[in-house]
C-alpha cells in the first residue's frame, strides 16, 4: 500500500540556518514543498542506481553509500543540539561505515577526502563527528582512510591527535 511510502523532495540550502527546516515552495512540482539539506551536493554526487525491493523491482538511483555515511556525520554537527535526530545520524553512518571498511574501504577513504579537502568548515564538522563515533568504529574509519590515502598517494586529511 502506497501509505507504508514517504517521499522527500530535497532541495540545497546553501543559505544561512535560519532556512533549516523551512519547506522551500517548489511550483513547478504543484505547489508541493522541498526540505533544504546542507551538503546535498556533495551527497548527490556520483549517485548509484539500484532496485527498491517491490514486486519485481523498481530501479532507483540513490547517493553512494559512502557518501551517505559521510554526510551523516557532517549533517549530525549541523543539527540542533536538542534534535532527537543526531543519534539517527550517528548510528546511520556508524553502520555504513562498519559496512565499508570490510568490504569497500577505498570508496569511503575518497568521499572522506573529498569532504576533508573542502574547507575548514567541513574539517572542523568532521572531527566534531568523528567524536560522536564509537572508538571502534572511529578507529576502523580512522585505517581505512589512512590505507586509501596512501594506495592513491595523496596527503592524508584526518584530525590531529
Same mark, same amino acid.
Given at each position: 500500500?502506497?501509505?507504508r511510502?514517504?517521499?522527500k ?7 544561512s540556518?535560519d532556512?533549516?527546516?523551512?519547506p522551500a515552495?517548489?511550483p513547478?512540482?504543484?505547489g508541493t514543498?522541498?526540505e533544504?539539506?546542507?551538503?546535498l551536493?556533495?551527497?548527490? =554526487?556520483? @549517485?548509484?542506481?539500484?532496485v527498491m &525491493?517491490h514486486e519485481?523491482g523498481?530501479?532507483?538511483?540513490v547517493?553512494?553509500? !559512502? *557518501?551517505?555515511?559521510i554526510h551523516?556525520?557532517?549533517v549530525?554537527e549541523?543539527?540542533?543540539r536538542?534534535?532527537?535526530?543526531i ?8 553502520f555504513?561505515i ?8 577505498a570508496d569511503?577513504?575518497?568521499?572522506w577526502?573529498?569532504a576533508w579537502e =573542502?574547507? @575548514?568548515t567541513?574539517?572542523q564538522d &568532521?572531527?566534531n563527528?568523528?567524536?560522536?563515533l564509537?572508538?571502534?568504529i572511529a !578507529? *576502523?574509519l580512522?585505517?581505512a582512510?589512512?590505507?586509501g590515502?596512501?594506495?592513491r598517494?595523496?596527503?592524508v586529511?584526518?584530525p590531529a591527535a
Amino acid at each position: 500500500t502506497t501509505d507504508r511510502y514517504k517521499v522527500k523532495f530535497l532541495t540545497p540550502n546553501r543559505g544561512s540556518n535560519d532556512y533549516v527546516g523551512q519547506p522551500a515552495r517548489m511550483p513547478a512540482l504543484g505547489g508541493t514543498s522541498a526540505e533544504p539539506l546542507r551538503f546535498l551536493d556533495f551527497l548527490i =554526487r556520483d @549517485p548509484i542506481r539500484t532496485v527498491m &525491493l517491490h514486486e519485481a523491482g523498481v530501479p532507483v538511483t540513490v547517493p553512494a553509500p !559512502e *557518501r551517505y555515511a559521510i554526510h551523516k556525520l557532517i549533517v549530525a554537527e549541523r543539527r540542533d543540539r536538542s534534535s532527537s535526530k543526531i543519534d539517527k545520524d550517528i548510528a546511520q553512518s556508524s553502520f555504513l561505515i562498519e559496512a565499508m571498511t570490510e568490504r569497500r574501504a577505498a570508496d569511503l577513504s575518497s568521499a572522506w577526502q573529498e569532504a576533508w579537502e =573542502r574547507g @575548514p568548515t567541513w574539517r572542523q564538522d &568532521l572531527a566534531n563527528g568523528l567524536m560522536r563515533l564509537d572508538k571502534d568504529i572511529a !578507529e *576502523r574509519l580512522e585505517k581505512a582512510v589512512k590505507a586509501g590515502a596512501a594506495k592513491r598517494k595523496v596527503k592524508v586529511g584526518w584530525p590531529a591527535a
